[in-house]
T-cell receptor
Framework: GENVEQHPSTLSVQEGDSAVIKCTYS??????FPWYKQELGKGPQLIID?????GEKKDQRIAVTLNKTAKHFSLHITETQPEDSAVYFC???????????FGAGTRLTVKP | KAGVTQTPRYLIKTRGQQVTLSCSPI?????VSWYQQTPGQGLQFLFE???????NKGNFPGRFSGRQFSNSRSEMNVSTLELGDSALYLC????????????FGEGSRLTVL
């Protein structure tokens, strides 16, 4: 089955700096890669996703890149703000198979 | 539109007991998935229900079970609780299959003593 590894497990940045979180996956059939943000006491919320036919996707300060050959994808947050502080999860899934596999999460702290 | 509602939010049980958790998906969403979240393990997929049928199952023992009702509400049950079952149990709904965007509830935090 799919195995998703996520790094780093914790990340601390200064407000205004960029943050990068990386994930690798094992199943070459995976074709959908979402990123979720989980704030304290809440459930994860989808912030951006990318499909395997696209190499990069951007939404304001958030961008995701995908390298299918290397089986890795990354989340980039620019101009970080204190409200970006949360736990971020990557996931990988196969269209038609609803078993979405998640990484272990990255706790991002943005210092004001 | 109301989000995914999970009850109870917190509960404490002792080893050997059983527990039932409830999830009401977003109105119109027919797929309900359950995940177990523990520190350092991220989210582990338990199972997914669609049209009252289990469509997919993760790698958990048979003590973990679930069901879905005709109104798409779902319940999961854990029997013979063990200390290691202490976790946040998250329910997520999706409007259709195959599942892509998951809408998560706030979870039910289970503590087993």
């Amino acid at each position: 089955g799919e195995n998703v590894e996520q790094h780093p497990s914790t990340l601390s940045v200064q407000e205004g700096d960029s943050a990068v979180i990386k994930c690798t996956y094992s199943d070459s059939a995976s074709n959908y890669f979402p990123w979720y943000k989980q704030e304290l006491g809440k459930g994860p919320q989808l912030i951006i996703d990318i499909r395997s036919n696209v190499g990069e996707k951007k939404d304001q300060r958030i961008a995701v890149t995908l390298n299918k050959t290397a089986k890795h994808f990354s989340l980039h947050i620019t101009e970080t703000q204190p409200e970006d502080s949360a736990v971020y999860f990557c996931a990988a899934g196969v269209k038609g198979n609803n078993d979405m596999r998640f990484g272990a999460g990255t706790r991002l702290t943005v210092k004001p | 539109k109301a989000g995914v509602t999970q009850t109870p939010r917190y509960l404490i049980k002792t080893r050997g007991q059983q527990v039932t958790l409830s999830c009401s998906p977003i109105s119109g969403h027919r797929s309900v998935s359950w995940y177990q979240q523990t520190p350092g393990q991220g989210l582990q997929f338990l199972f997914e229900y669609f049209s009252e049928t289990q469509r997919n199952k993760g790698n958990f023992p048979g003590r973990f079970s679930g069901r879905q009702f005709s109104n798409s509400r779902s319940e999961m049950n854990v029997s013979t609780l063990e200390l290691g079952d202490s976790a946040l149990y998250l329910c997520a709904s999706s409007i259709r299959r195959p599942v892509e965007e998951l809408f998560f509830g706030e979870g039910s935090r289970l503590t087993v003593l």
